[in-house]
């Protein structure tokens, strides 16, 4: 089974017009975790549970599990080639939509985030964006755990929430875990500039390659 969360507070603006259109049209199993009420923000700045802190939350019979923020639309239901996409995805392997571009490395990253000391370590890290996270059940488990290691690190060197990003990518390369690049027809996001890449058009629905976009991070709105 595929199983697709996300969480958000109640006061979020942008959660509500994403929890109704993942009732249109989300075609696989999902949650929308209300933290304060169905669980709690673990501590993290700004409420990011991204790096698995949700987990306990998801159905034993989930294979493979996807993970969005809250700042989403959903234009449609998703098509089988992306649903055999996430299905077929191997253990040791997460998609993400690239951040800045798909190439960016850690230094690029790091330097945005409000650095507050060096770390070291780092350099071949690469870097994606984690408003978007598929995997199958037990990689994101192991990231999680990887994630708790690292963090403190982290945490005390950077004072810009994305952070939880960079060590969530630091996680994923120190386990050798292979980041597969979403299709753009299944994810796209308006971080960075992106919404201006010429396979992306702004439109209502928005589109990649003439696609309609499955799941609008930040592209129309």
């Known amino acids: 089974m595929i199983f697709l969360a996300t969480s958000f507070t109640p006061e979020y603006k942008y959660a509500n017009l ?3 259109t993942l009732n249109m049209y989300c075609n696989i199993p999902f949650t929308a975790l209300e933290i304060g009420k169905d669980i709690n ?8 549970l991204q790096a698995g802190h949700f987990l306990d939350h998801i159905p034993k019979e989930a294979k493979t599990i996807i993970f969005t ?45 409000s650095p507050r000391k060096l770390l070291e370590g780092f350099d071949d890290v690469r870097v994606f964006n984690t408003g978007f996270i598929a995997c199958r059940s037990e990689t994101y488990h192991n990231i999680f755990n990887k994630f708790q290691i690292l963090w403190d690190e982290f945490d005390l060197a950077f004072a810009h929430y994305a952070k939880i990003q960079l060590c969530i990518c630091a996680a994923v390369h120190k386990l050798n875990i292979k ?43």
């Open 179 to 221: 980041w597969i690049q979403t299709p753009g027809h299944l994810c796209s996001h308006g971080h960075w500039g992106m919404r201006s890449w010429k396979n992306v058009v702004i439109g209502n629905p928005p589109t990649f390659n003439g696609r309609t976009i499955a799941l609008d991070h930040r592209l129309t709105f």
């Open 69 to 113: 923020d809250a700042d989403f639309l959903m234009h449609r239901p998703f098509d089988q080639d992306e649903l055999t996409f996430l299905k077929e995805l191997k253990e040791g392997e997460i998609s993400a939509c690239p951040n800045m571009h798909p190439d960016q490395m850690y230094a690029e990253e790091a330097n945005v985030l």
């Open 41 to 48: 923000s673990c501590g993290m700045p700004n409420n990011i």
């Open 18 to 20: 994403y929890i109704k």
